[in-house]
Structure formats: structure tokens, C-alpha cells
């Protein structure tokens, strides 16, 4: 059973961090990057070509983070399998225990390294978190013929509090909430203000009794960083009294990582809040030292908590 | 409407290699239209040819897409080393079709089906998927419309009304909750839309229709 | 340079008439067409033109905004610019230029002729 469903479920603050698979073949960047957060969070994302750059897989670069020791979140992605790839590796993982889904759409492949491509979007991530419901709840294939064995994943989704029409952001996420997402992550935020007012919104739904929500949150590393996310990433909204703060410090690197424990520490006071998700990317060395000055550290251990 | 542009001059004079008697053939249904594939645009092409050095000539036919309307053309064709359609995909075949033996290049790139929504810019409106489902999206069709053919809304990138992947271009999700809107209707929105029957559309293979009651 | 003129009725035809007379002139004109306004020379029309010895054509009439037929000069610029990248494109040396006149105005007639008798055709010739 998913360790991050059993941290969330005890009410444990969970944290959870991200790793990119390597654009190459050596295993050791995954473990490497895996024995760096052991210990520090509770289960790690594993990107599914993310930004549609071409990488190891998901579900490969699960199966090395599962050897060290750490829980993955498989991250997949409706751009580049049809329904029948997406059923096929859902229960592939099953199979060989990843206990933890992310279904997104995924990035368009303009905006990676091959804009050539074709792209798939058989299915969207909402119908992707319904099919695999249903697999796993009801025992049935998206086309309603029977499958079989244990399918016990614990299934989560994406989500932007700040992409537009900002009015229809909650009642999207009512709606994957609906379809099966019992975990949420987040888009990074640094914005907190508008934030609260989503998470004021998702409460006042009742979402966030329906569904984990858990906060995610980017270390930068300079103003430069921020201002490039600023214009370059869809999503995200960065107020310019930060960047203003980044570029006033003497030592941006370590005024990044103190922006980022404010925003944890700040979020972590917001009704509906139960935890963060920390997308140190191509940084994640610097994850430990985050959850450490966070306050959130010791991880609940095996053992502490009673599986329901 | 059916929108092509037409290929680099370039890459024409590559196809028609070392040919010398060339036909500009227009279409005079859609690509007369959105102005690259009429009468006008094969009479330019034809007397560039001809500054170039070609023995070319024009010609324009109401339909380039039915055979009734190419089959006075097939003497014509005979008479030439190649031909090049200034019609879409479709028409292109059919001069094919008449089996002339003569070479026959495409002219045009056709690029979608669509509509003027303004002087002198047309917009994709329909990929043809063969389930029409727009009436659920206050007419916007997000198969067409949706970089990601998105159908419970929008994706994490939709910013102040234009699209992540090309910023120049509307969300259209954020033209469809507008509407609905309007509509009063953003109810709907709420509805978990089922993964569409690609079937119907080319993924199925292949397309036809048959009318029996006109059939000879 | 072999140059071929079509002028509009309104201002370029008395202009490059004057010009003529009054001036001699080495510059190799095929000859000057008459037409009721700019906008009615349809770019076929030039392209047709330039199919034979004729290297350049230039269209004289009225500035854009005092143009008798209100768009005609607007158009046949627009024109003119279109023709001329459809010859840069199929590698064509012979181009198209547009002058802007009045009927007493006539150094601007040899200003343009001197300019596209002289400009090899890559350099874009603007009025
Ligand atoms: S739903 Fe299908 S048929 Fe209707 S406009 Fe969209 S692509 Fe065309
Ligand atoms: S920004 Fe809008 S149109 Fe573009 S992919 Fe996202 S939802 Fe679709």
C-alpha cells in the first residue's frame, strides 16, 4: 500500500520532491538523486519526459528509485500513449508494486526538444484518472470488459491555481477530484496571496476533505531563474516585489532557498493544506536542507504509523 | 472552407526538374477564396514560369476535386510535360485520377479547414472527426481549437486568454467558458466528458460515404 | 535598364509627360501606358509586362493619401511589394517600383528612374 497515502491519511504534513530522469541511459543519476532525499521526504515524483524532452522513462526510472529504497510517484502523461499504452503500463505498474500515479496531460511537444512529433491526446488527464478508477475500483478496462487482479494505487493529479479562466480553476479541480484524483499537486507556487484565495475557494467546495492537497513549491537559484519562469513557464505566477527581493540579495542562492522555506512554512498554515511537494529541479541536492529548515523533519518512519 | 498556402517557388521549380511545357491549373472553389490557388494566383504563377524560362500556361476549373469537372481537361494535359494544382490535397488527387501519365505536382500546401475571420487571415475551425460534439462547448470545438484537444477544460497553461503552446493563438477554453458563460450554461463544465470514439475520425481508417438511393 | 511605365491619368501620366518633354532623357523607356488609377493595374497585368524584354515597371500616381480614387495608390503598393517578393523568391532579377507624383512634380520621376536603372535587383527598390 502507498506509504504517502498512509503519511497523508495519519495527518502527517507530507512532503514529497521531484526527480527527472536522466537524458541517458545510467541508472546511477537515479540513484544518486534518490539517496540524496531518503529520509527527507515521504515519496519522490518520477517526471514523465517532462517539458516533452526526451529522458529515461517514468516507469524505468521508478523501478531504480524503488531499488534504493524510495516510493515513487509514476508520472504519466496522456501526450505520448493512447489509452491502450496507458492502460497497459498502469498495469504494468501495478505489477511490480509502484504504488503511487500522477496523471497529467503533459506538455505539448512544441515546447520540447521534439516539436516534430506527432503528438497522442487520445485521452485527457481527467479521463485518464477516471479509467484508471475504474480499473482499479470497479475492475473494468475503459472499453467495460472485466479485468483482473490487485490494482492498489493511490492516484493523483496536477493542478494550477493561476492558469486562466481563474474562476473555473476549483470547479476543475472539483471535477478531477471527481473523477478519482485522491492526491493533489500543485503547480509552484510563489504567489501565496492568490494561493490562499484558491485554496479559500477548493475549502469552501469541500475539496480538500475529498482529496490530499499538497503544495508545490520551486527553490530558485537567482532573480534571472525567477524572471525566465516568469515569462517562459504557463502556469506559474511570480509577484515582481520577489524577483525585486532575489535581485536585492547578496547571496541569491541562499535567498532563493529562503523564499522557498517562507512559502512552505506560509502554506503550511492555509486551511486544506496537507502538504508540499518540492520541485527542487536539477537542485536536488538541496531538498534536505529545505525540509530540515522547514521544521519537517524527523519523516514519519514505518512502524509509527498504522496502516488503515 | 477548405485553406492552403501555396509552396516556395523554390521548391516548385525542384519538382518540375528538367520539364518544359508546364499547366498552372486553379481551382475556383475554396483556394480562390483564401487567395492562393484561383485563377489570379495560377496567372502569376504561370507568367513567373514563363520569365523563368518555361513554356507554361494557365487554367482554372470551377472544381479541381470532381471528376466531372477535370474530364474536358484530359487533352489539355496531354499536350504538356507536367502539371502543377494550384488545388488542395483533394483536387491534386483527382487530376491523378484521370490517369494522364503526366506528371502532376502539388502547389499548394493545404493546411486546414477553416474560415476568414478577418481580411486576410483564415483560423482552423474543424479536424472533421466525424462525431460532431461542439453544441456541448457553446460552439467552440476544442478538438480543433485545443492545442491538446482538451475536453474537461483548460490545461495549467492558459494565460489571459491565449494559448501555452502558441501565445498568438486563443485558449480555447477560454472562448468556451466565455460563451458557456454568456449562455448561462457553465453548468455543463462541470460534466466529466467520456474519452471521445476516435472511430468515427481518421484513426479509424480510411473514410467513405455512400448515398444507396443515388447510386447508378 | 528597359523600363516600362504605367502611369494614372490623374498625376503620373501629365507628369511623366512633362518630364519627357522637358527633359532628355537616357533613360531606356518601352513606353508609358495610361490608366485610369493604380489600383486598377492587377498584378498579372505587371507580371505579364515583365514576361517579355521589360526588366522594370514602374507605376506613377498620386501619393497614397491624396489618391483620386481614395485606395488606389495604397493597393498598388501593396501590390507592388507582393510582386516583388514573388520575383525575389523564383530568383528573378526584374522588379517593380512605385513613384508618388503630382502633375507639376517631376524631379521625383527622375530621381526613381535613375534609381531603378541603376539598383541591381536584390536591393529592394522603394519608392
Ligand atoms: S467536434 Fe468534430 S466535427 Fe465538430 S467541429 Fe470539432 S472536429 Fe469538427
Ligand atoms: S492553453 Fe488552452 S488551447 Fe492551449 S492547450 Fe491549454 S487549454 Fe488548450
Known sequence: MSWLKQVLQSGHFAVTAEVGPPKGSDPQVIRKKCNLLKGFVDAVNITDNQTAIVRMSSFASCLIAQEQGIEPVMQMVT??????????????????????????????????????????????????????????????????????????????????????????RALRLAKKIAAGAEFIQTQAIFDVDIFTQWMEEVCRLGLHKKSFILAGVIPVKSAKALRYMKNEVPGVVIPDSLIERMEAAVDQKAEGVEVCIETIQKVAQIEGVSGVHIMAIAWESIVPEIVQRSGLLPRPAKGEITSS | MIVGERKPIPEILAMLGDSKKV???????????????????????????????????????????????????????????????????????????????????????????GMPVKQGNWEERCWGCGDCIIHLFGGTCPITRCAKSLLNGPCGGSKDGKCEVKPDRDCAWQLIYDRLKKLNRLDWLLTIQPPKDWSTSRYGGHRKMTREDMLL | MKILVIACDKSGYPAMIKYTTENTTNHELISILKVPCLGSVKESDILEALEGECDRVLLVGCPIDSCFHQDGSRFAQRRVNRINHLLEEANISKRVAISFV??????????????????????????
Open chain 1, 79 to 168: 501526450r505520448d500513449r493512447n489509452r491502450i499504452a496507458l492502460q497497459s503500463d498502469f498495469l504494468g505498474a501495478c505489477a511490480l508494486g509502484i504504488p503511487n500515479l500522477l496523471c497529467l496531460t503533459g506538455d505539448h511537444q512544441s515546447m520540447g526538444n521534439h516539436p516534430q512529433s506527432k503528438n497522442v491526446y487520445d485521452i485527457d488527464s481527467i479521463q485518464l484518472l477516471q479509467i484508471f478508477k475504474n480499473m482499479r475500483d470497479q475492475k473494468v478496462f475503459q472499453n467495460g470488459e472485466e479485468v483482473k487482479g490487485e490494482m492498489n494505487v493511490f492516484l493523483g493529479a496536477g493542478e494550477s491555481p493561476y492558469a486562466d479562466p481563474l474562476e473555473f
Open chain 2, 23 to 113: 499547366l498552372v491549373l486553379g481551382c475556383g472553389t475554396c483556394v480562390t477564396v483564401c487567395l492562393t490557388g484561383g485563377d489570379k494566383e495560377a496567372k502569376e504563377l504561370a507568367s513567373l514560369l514563363r520569365i523563368k524560362g518555361y513554356e507554361a500556361d494557365s487554367f482554372t476549373v470551377e472544381r479541381q476535386c470532381e471528376l466531372e469537372f477535370i474530364h474536358p481537361l484530359r487533352e489539355r494535359i496531354q499536350s504538356v510535360d507536367a502539371v502543377i494544382s494550384l488545388a488542395c490535397g483533394i483536387g491534386v488527387q483527382a487530376l491523378y485520377e484521370l490517369d494522364s501519365g503526366k506528371s502532376i505536382y502539388p502547389g499548394l500546401n493545404t493546411t486546414f479547414m
Open chain 3, 102 to 127: 503630382t502633375a507639376e512634380k517631376t524631379s521625383e520621376i527622375k530621381r526613381t528612374l535613375d534609381l531603378i536603372s541603376s539598383t541591381p535587383a536584390q536591393e529592394e527598390l522603394k519608392p
